[in-house]
């Protein structure tokens, strides 16, 4: 069973928004810190948005602050990455991470150093 799941990717045009989902498929999302990475085609993966159990302070890369807003919803088991304003460069592949212990880390972008990940949804933004 895979821990994490992600949903919510598509096609969309610039300047419209979509939200990405990450549910915890065992009935829980009991992480120190759960963030959102993107890898687009040819290039690296890069962190894009991170929030902490403790005490809800949330991260942001500098290309997705005031356009991006991470949030989670215990009561659902989800963490939800509302996107706005989308430009073509925030194509690519989104996958929510999650570990127990440490706080958040957006240059930390191995998945593999996270105790748990998803399979990723595609986010494809293009006219």
């Known amino acids: 069973q895979v821990p994490l799941v992600e949903s919510g990717g598509g096609l969309v045009q610039p300047g419209g928004s979509l939200r990405l989902s990450c549910v915890g498929s065992?009935?829980?999302?009991?992480?120190?810190?759960i963030g959102w990475f993107r890898q687009a085609p040819g290039k690296e993966r890069e962190g894009v948005s991170c929030?902490?159990?403790?005490?809800?302070?949330?991260y942001y890369v500098d290309s997705v602050k005031g356009r991006f807003i991470i949030s989670r919803d215990n009561a659902k088991n989800t963490v939800y990455l509302q996107m706005n304003s989308l430009k073509p460069e925030d194509t690519g592949i989104y996958y929510c991470?999650?570990?127990?212990?440490?706080?958040?880390?957006?240059?930390?972008?191995?998945?593999?150093?996270?105790?748990?990940w998803g399979p990723g949804t595609q986010v494809t933004v293009s006219s």
């Open positions: 065992g009935g829980t999302l009991d992480y120190s810190a």
């Open positions: 929030i902490e159990s403790s005490d809800g302070s949330t």
């Open positions: 991470a999650a570990d127990e212990r440490v706080r958040c880390d957006l240059t930390r972008t191995a998945l593999y150093e996270y105790d748990d």
